[in-house]
Every structure is written in C-alpha cells, then in structure tokens.
C-alpha cells in the first residue's frame, strides 16, 4: 500500500525508469518538487463546475480519457479550448460506449480535437481523467454524462502531484498510441490491469478497525472473502450501495459474516455510482482510496481503470461524513 512519503533507493530506480519510458512516449518530465494539493469533488452535491472551471483554465493541453462523454458543455469547452490553441487529446471507451461516444467523437474532430477510440485490448477503457497543462489532474468515478449528475453519488480528486501527472500522462500517451506500458505507479496511483487488486486488497486487509465503502458492483469473490474475513476478525465493515438483485448472494454472505449493508432502490433520489473506501478512520493509519474501479473482476483484471489513495485528513473527512450520511440514508440489508 502506498502513502505519500521520501522515495527509497528502490523507488527512485523505477522512477528513472519510468523517466525513460515516459520519454520514448514524448512526455514531459514531471516538474521540480512542489506541495502537493488534493480537493475532493463530491457528486451531486457540488455540481459540475469544479470540473468545467478546471477545462477553462488549460493555457497549453488537455489529456483526457474518457468511458462515457455525454455532455455538451464539457464537449463545447474542449472544442473552445482547441479553438484557442491548447492542444487537447482525448481517448473515448469503444468496446462498451462507442454507441453513445460517437456524437462527441463527431463533434470532436469536427473541432479540431485530437480524439482517438480507445484501445480494444482492454475489455473497457473505464478510466475518467483530466489533465490540464501537464500540471493538475482530475482523477474520477463519474463520467461525463450530464444525464446523471442530478441525482448521482460520484467523486472526483483534483490533485497537483507531479510524480502522479507523470505517471498519468506517461500512460495516457501510450494509451493514445495504442502502446504496451505497465503505469507508473506514482505517489498513490492505483491502476487496472496492473496494480488494483494488490492494492484494494492490501486496503482490506490491512484495515484493524473499520472499512466504510461505496462501490457499484460487488460481484468479485476475492474482494467479497477479503471483506467478509475483515468482518470476521472485528473490523467494523460498513457498505452502502444500490439494491441489486445480481449481488443478492454477496449482499447475504457479507451480512452473515457480519457486514453492516444498507442499499438504495431505484426509484430513490441518489444512485451509488462512487468507488471508494475509507479504512481505519480517525487512527493514524486512516486512509481512502477513490476511483474507477468496481469490485468486479473486468474492472480489476481486464480493464484500464484509474483511482489514488490519500491520507489527505480534508478528503477522508469529507468522503468519510458523505459515506456515513449515505448509509444512514439507506434501507438497512
């Protein structure tokens, strides 16, 4: 599990590694060291305009990779930013999207965007960023969908650490070339195929007193046994998701071993869209992770998925009020 510290010997060898990697793909060196900010967006509490406001400032780039783009204010902000010299790229899913992606992909290169369909080695490319200017990332569970964001629990960390821009825009120019490259993992970055499951897994069971979670899906039987063997050895386990009949028989396992559950039905004023975890809140080990990823084994082992972890106290605070407030507001399973 990786928390933002001092590089060891070992790490600053990967790092020149990555160094070369990212230079064979054209990517800038990350720049000298800085404080690193995190601000955490919450969906639909906040709107939208955090993350519009970020697609306004770009002076030089935007990089954005994409599952669903349905928005016609993000696509007219990108369209004005090209319009306005900034070199905007940007990888739309194609495997599972490219039906309701090819209005903006039209529109895109209509526009002068360099847009490209996202590689199909990847069962879905379901990863959401942004990254403006080589500088600030928007690292997301929701798409840009605007269809969704009235009543839709997601989550969106901006961030300005330039190990983890690095690392971003390193894979995302291999992406955009349709070239192999294992991610850099950067300060906190957790990505699919590659790290995802080691490191949601390390989440859950190094967790010695409470893991609150939000995911989509529960459908993956090694995360399922981690969090059920957590329960069992004291870990206070809290879920909240939508009340799914595909994961009835995760739900009841969970609940047997002790699992707290409360869901949301449809017809209810907030979907459970969010990937996140916070572990051991209020201890000096507390954590988050937030991200693409849903605990599925497509999501962990075959897709292209993005999340970071944090110990940022101002985000696990926030994430930690709205995943207790969403399960309090919930049916309990």
């Not at 004005?80 to 990888?91: E, L």
């Not at 206070?236 to 039905?265: H, P, Q, R, W």
């Not at 990937?275 to 209020?282: L, T």
């Not at 999340?307 to 985000?315: D, E, H, K, S």
Request: glycine share 4%; hydrophobic share 40%.
């Amino acid at each position: 599990m990786k928390i933002r510290r001092e590089h060891s010997n070992f790490e600053k060898t990967v790092m020149s590694a990555a160094l070369a990697i990212g230079c064979a793909f054209g990517v800038a060196l990350p720049a000298a060291a800085q404080t690193s900010t995190q601000t955490l967006v919450i969906e639909p509490d906040q709107g939208m305009t955090p993350i519009y406001n970020l697609i306004s400032a770009a002076k030089s780039s935007i990089d954005m990779t994409m599952y669903e783009l349905q928005d016609t204010t993000a696509q007219n902000l990108l369209c004005q930013a090209a319009a306005h010299g900034v070199v905007v790229r940007v990888i739309l899913d194609t495997n599972d999207e490219k039906s309701n992606n090819t209005s903006a992909y039209n529109q895109l290169i209509g526009c002068g965007v360099n847009v490209v369909w996202a590689w199909t080695k990847y069962e879905a490319t379901h990863q959401k960023t942004i990254v403006v200017d080589d500088a600030t990332a928007a690292i997301m569970s929701l798409n840009l969908t605007s269809r969704y964001y009235s009543d839709t629990r997601d989550f969106a960390v901006i961030e300005n650490d330039p190990t983890d821009i690095y690392a971003i825009e390193s894979t995302f120019s291999a992406d955009f070339s349709h070239k192999k490259i294992t991610p850099p993992a950067g300060d906190d970055l957790v990505w699919s195929p590659t790290n995802s499951k080691t490191e949601l897994l390390d989440i859950i069971n190094s967790a010695r007193t409470s893991l609150l979670i939000e995911n989509e899906e529960m459908s993956y039987s090694t995360i399922v046994d981690a969090l059920e063997n957590a329960a069992k050895r004291g870990v206070d386990v809290t879920i909240c998701m939508n009340d799914d009949s595909d994961y009835k028989s995760e739900f009841n396992a969970l609940k047997k071993a002790g699992v707290k559950i409360s869901t949301y039905v449809p017809d209810e004023p907030i979907y459970i869209h969010a990937k996140a975890i916070v572990a051991d809140y209020g201890t000096s080990t507390a954590l988050a992770f937030v991200g693409s990823e849903n605990f599925s084994s497509a999501s962990l082992n075959d897709n292209r998925e993005l999340g970071l972890i944090t110990t940022n106290p101002t985000v696990l605070s926030q994430l930690n009020t709205t995943l207790s407030n969403d399960y309090a507001g919930g049916t309990p399973w």
